[in-house]
């Protein structure tokens, strides 16, 4: 790892059993799990998402098993292979409307990003280079400097809008309707008025305060973003995203034990209703997911949510059916669908590993709090039998080395 401190966001999420947000720490912390990582990569985010597939993984353990420090890590990975990151937790968006779950991700893979990449894939498709026009100038502008911009260019540029999107089955009508404008409005041809373009735009986002007569006015078909038809809109940003220029898009929803309704807040998130309502979500997704493309679905839970046979999976048969053949190994299987991050302790974690995770952490510290650091290193080998035995209840228990680290060498206030 570089000799670089780390940041005090990155430093209190481990003295507080949370991963750090810099890759570079979680590549530099995760030790005996690489080829899990590495056996993703390979299979789903160089290949088989961007070939055109969509997948989803279950990743389960008990608390502090590492599965908010493997989903970043996952996350950050498929980030460097091209795909648009997506994550959030199940505490802040509701799972049991697919259609809240669809606007999350869209917001978060910035449509005008997506615009701007399949605005470049068609100036690329008519052999032009993106790069050589200016900033802010259209690409109809600055073919007309050259004398370019006559009739036949404007004709060209429509057919491949119309070949892109409008012609594309993938799509949703409207959702295609929508780029094909759009996207010609950055080419410079066809050009919008300002309403025509909030009013596609108010469509993409779900705006519920969109009339039917707006709709129709821009050509659109009377119909908003529902949780009925939010799983067909999700296909066509997937597909968009791709022909963007992107290898798809990674989507990581944590914390989904919160569906079991156990909560030290006052306002229970999730009762019967909603809980049934995701379970059947989740069904529905699982059923169509291999007609969708481009898609890596990473969701993570307490193995609570399994266990719990009266408010779990378990207690929605639909979901259960799906997925129970899967949870049948006592070896971690890195095909399946459900990974256990409890059986990759058990196989995994013997004294070599947890010994060069420890050092690890002490040169990750080294920089930052060289007396913690030092603290940290007399602990070991001394405390490796309690880590063992954390490992058996989850996690390799860090937050657990580091505070008894700063106890020991007396760093609390």
């Given at each position: ?388 035995d954390r490992t058996e209840f989850g996690g390799i228990g860090l937050p657990y080395l580091i505070n008894r680290a700063v106890i020991e060498g007396g760093l609390h206030d």
């Amino acid at each position: 790892m570089n000799n670089t401190l780390l940041s005090s966001r990155d430093m209190t999420a481990l003295m507080t059993g949370k991963p750090a947000e810099d890759p570079a720490v979680l590549r530099e912390l995760s030790v005996g799990s690489d080829f899990l990582v590495q056996f993703l990569k390979e299979q789903y985010l160089t290949s088989y998402i961007p070939e055109g597939a969509s997948k989803i993984k279950f990743l389960t353990g008990r608390p502090g098993s590492g599965k908010t420090h493997y989903g970043k890590l996952l996350l950050s990975e498929a980030e460097t292979s091209g795909f648009l990151g997506v994550s959030f937790s199940a505490k802040d968006v509701w799972l049991s409307d697919f259609r809240e779950i669809y606007l999350e991700i869209l917001r978060q893979c910035n449509i005008d990003r997506i615009l701007a990449g399949l605005r470049d894939t068609i100036i690329r498709e008519m052999n032009y280079d993106p790069s050589m026009i200016p900033n802010g100038q259209h690409l109809i502008d600055y073919l007309a400097e050259q004398g370019k911009g006559d009739a036949l260019t404007k004709n060209t540029i429509r057919d491949y809008l119309r070949e892109l999107f409008l012609k594309n089955p993938v799509l949703d009508n409207n959702f295609a309707l929508c780029c094909s404008l759009l996207v010609g409005d950055l080419l410079g041809h066809p050009t919008l008025e300002a309403s025509e373009r909030e009013t596609l735009y108010a469509f993409l986002k779900g705006d519920k305060t969109i009339r039917f007569t707006q709709l129709r006015a821009a050509g659109l078909s009377p119909v908003r973003i529902t949780k009925y038809n939010a799983r067909h809109m999700l296909r066509s940003l997937g597909e968009i995203v791709h022909l963007a220029g992107f290898a798809g898009i990674f989507i990581t929803i944590d914390d989904m034990e919160i569906l079991l309704g156990r909560t030290q807040s006052e306002l229970v998130r999730y009762g019967k209703v909603r809980r049934e309502d995701t379970y059947e979500s989740l069904r529905q997704l699982i059923d169509d997911i291999d007609s969708m493309k481009y898609l890596f679905f990473l969701l993570c839970f307490d193995r609570e949510l399994i266990d719990d046979e009266s408010r779990g999976i378990k207690s929605y048969q639909a979901l259960w059916f799906r997925i129970q053949t899967e949870i049948v190994s006592q070896r971690i299987n890195r095909f399946a669908d459900i990974l256990d991050l409890d059986l990759l302790a058990s196989q995994l974690y013997d004294d070599t590993v947890i010994l060069e995770m420890a050092d690890r952490l002490y040169e990750t510290l080294l920089f930052t709090d060289p007396a913690l650091s030092e603290s940290l290193h007399k602990l070991l080998p001394d405390e490796l039998p309690s880590l063992k035995d954390r490992t058996e209840f989850g996690g390799i228990g860090l937050p657990y080395l580091i505070n008894r680290a700063v106890i020991e060498g007396g760093l609390h206030d």
